[in-house]
């Protein structure tokens, strides 16, 4: 099981690929090749997202499982309780959020 | 629509409280070539632009600069959210204490209030378009001159993060202003206005 700052980093990793390949395919909508990367990272992002809401907590809303409000019980209020999930975890500004910043190491 | 995720594009993790340095950067959430005047920019432009292709680049580039408008908003939050009484009244920031606390407010580094003049939405693709074009350099200078005067290692990452987007996002919109050219009158791509003659443009 990957800790919470290595996937997050992981997460931002793919999601700002998918993010740069977008507004370059708009441009080149024809781009096989970009075309094929995009679609294996978007496969890959959506996999991550859904691997740290199970483990954590939801980052997009389509990841929201009331079910399984993670395995890591320090970012809630309600351990161990069936809740509104989408409120887990640390504001996206503060420091807590962003210690993915001093993961060293690339994808 | 919009949808939120609950991350940053790119990271901001700073420790040093530094209220200066705030007050410069906040020049990028509410000055005349900030993320918020960017991110409205090609917002309100994208509505009456004639190719389609065209009007999805600036809700891809409008959006993300909405992702930058809160990176910014997360570097001056993180720089002054220990702030003590006596560093607010550090000059540059002193004034702005008095007004806001430490809250988000939209401002430049002057001091002037953010304006919706900013916006620059003129209804006409080259003249929006060449606006896009020549406001993605406006910021990159800004972000060049930020990073020229700080020093601190921690804001200077999201600030080059940022920078760089400046350029990537200009490359696209020089691409969408030449595919624009392309769809139009190729000898004289002023003859009309595509955005309010319509007749004139190809299907």
């Known amino acids: ?107 | 629509m919009w949808t939120y995720e609950k991350r940053l594009q790119f990271p901001v993790h700073i420790t040093k409280t530094c209220p200066k340095t705030a007050s410069l950067i906040i020049s990028q959430f509410g000055g005349p070539d900030g993320e918020l005047a960017a991110s409205m920019r090609y917002l309100s432009q994208r509505y009456s632009m004639p190719f389609k292709e065209v009007g999805g680049l600036l809700t891809d580039i409008g959006t993300e600069e909405l992702a930058h408008l809160e990176m910014i908003c997360a570097i001056i939050f993180q720089l002054t959210k220990n702030l003590t009484a006596e560093q607010a009244k550090t000059a540059g920031f002193d004034a702005y204490y008095i007004d806001h606390t430490t809250a988000l407010w939209p401002t430049a580094a002057a001091g002037v209030p953010f304006n919706a003049c900013e916006f620059q939405s003129k209804g006409d693709a080259i003249t929006d378009l060449t606006e896009d074009l020549a406001a993605e350099q406006k910021a990159r200078t800004t972000y060049d001159n930020l990073i020229r005067v700080i020093d601190d290692p921690d804001v200077l990452a999201p600030l080059r993060f940022l920078r760089q987007r400046e350029v990537v996002h200009f490359q696209r919109f020089g691409e969408a202003l030449e595919k624009i050219k392309d769809d139009l009158d190729s000898k004289n791509y002023y003859y009309f206005n595509p955005e309010f003659d319509k007749q004139f443009v190809k299907a």
């Open chain 1, 1 to 107: 099981m990957a800790d919470r700052n290595t996937m997050l980093k992981q997460i931002n990793e793919t999601s700002f690929l998918l993010d740069d390949m977008k507004l370059y395919l708009d441009t080149h909508p024809l781009d096989e090749n970009a075309m094929e990367q995009f679609s294996d990272y978007q496969a890959k992002r959506k996999q991550l997202l859904k691997e740290y809401a199970e483990q954590f907590e939801p980052l997009a809303c389509d990841c929201i499982c009331l079910e399984s409000n993670g395995s890591d019980k320090t970012q809630t209020q309600y351990p161990n309780k069936r809740h509104w999930t989408w409120s887990d975890g640390p504001i996206p500004w503060d420091l807590e959020a962003n210690a993915c910043a001093a993961v060293k190491g690339g994808r």
